[in-house]
T-cell receptor, first 111, second 115 residues
Framework: TQLLEQSPQFLSIQEGENLTVYCNSS?????LQWYRQEPGEGPVLLVT?????EVKKLKRLTFQFGDARKDSSLHITAAQPGDTGLYLC???????????FGGGTRVLVKP | ETGVTQSPTHLIKTRGQQVTLRCSSQ?????VSWYQQALGQGPQFIFQ???????GRGNFPPRFSGLQFPNYSSELNVNALELDDSALYLC??????????????FGPGTRLLVL
């Protein structure tokens, strides 16, 4: 069974601070995705990383995929209250049809 | 372009009852996946339907079953409800059949409470 572990489970920071969320697995995934979920809504895809060592930037968000494609991180620079939400990483299986989600990291950015 | 919709938004049932949840996929999508998200946890894959056939199943008992219709909408049925079935049920639609990575678009979910 492929499992993804996210850390920390909860993060509370002040506006303007930086934060990093980690996603680790003992298994290799063909690709890894990061989602953000807000209360009462489904997860929304932020990014997909495919190649080991890949780094993608989305405004203040930086995503890294480990060289061995078993781990990933999400770094937010100068966090804003609008960044508040549940951040989920999800590994994509070889067939591309199944997402294995981590337990999520709840981020609270206080003004 | 219409997004993924789910009904009902909320539902309360008692142990032993049966429930049917519905999902309308995004226009042009032929694949629907269902996930269960317990409170404070990440979603867990239940199963996927591609062109009306089951195309992969997670670690859920047979009392979780599904259907996909010719218009690619889908139903999730859960029989003999248990307290632990209380969760947010998410459906996600995608365009499958390419053999590659398919972006899944999630609906807002149905929150089920089993008493």
């Amino acid at each position: 069974t492929q499992l993804l572990e996210q850390s920390p489970q909860f993060l509370s920071i002040q506006e303007g601070e930086n934060l990093t969320v980690y996603c680790n697995s003992s298994s290799v995934f063909s690709s890894l995705q990061w989602y953000r979920q807000e209360p009462g809504e489904g997860p929304v895809l932020l990014v997909t990383v495919v190649t080991g060592g890949e780094v993608k930037k989305l405004k203040r968000l930086t995503f890294q995929f480990g060289d061995a494609r078993k781990d990933s991180s999400l770094h937010i620079t100068a966090a804003q209250p609008g960044d508040t939400g549940l951040y989920l990483c999800a590994g994509v299986g070889a067939a591309g049809n199944k997402l294995t989600f981590g337990g999520g990291t709840r981020v609270l950015v206080k003004p | 372009e219409t997004g993924v919709t789910q009904s009902p938004t909320h539902l309360i049932k008692t142990r032993g009852q049966q429930v049917t949840l519905r999902c309308s996929s995004q226009s042009g999508h032929n694949t629907v996946s269902w996930y269960q998200q317990a409170l404070g946890q990440g979603p867990q894959f239940i199963f996927q339907y591609y062109r009306e056939e089951e195309n992969g199943r997670g670690n859920f008992p047979p009392r979780f079953s599904g259907l996909q219709f010719p218009n690619y909408s889908s139903e999730l049925n859960v029989n003999a409800l248990e307290l632990d079935d209380s969760a947010l049920y998410l459906c996600a639609s995608s365009f499958g059949g390419t053999g590659g990575l398919e972006t899944q678009y999630f609906g807002p979910g149905t929150r089920l409470l089993v008493l």
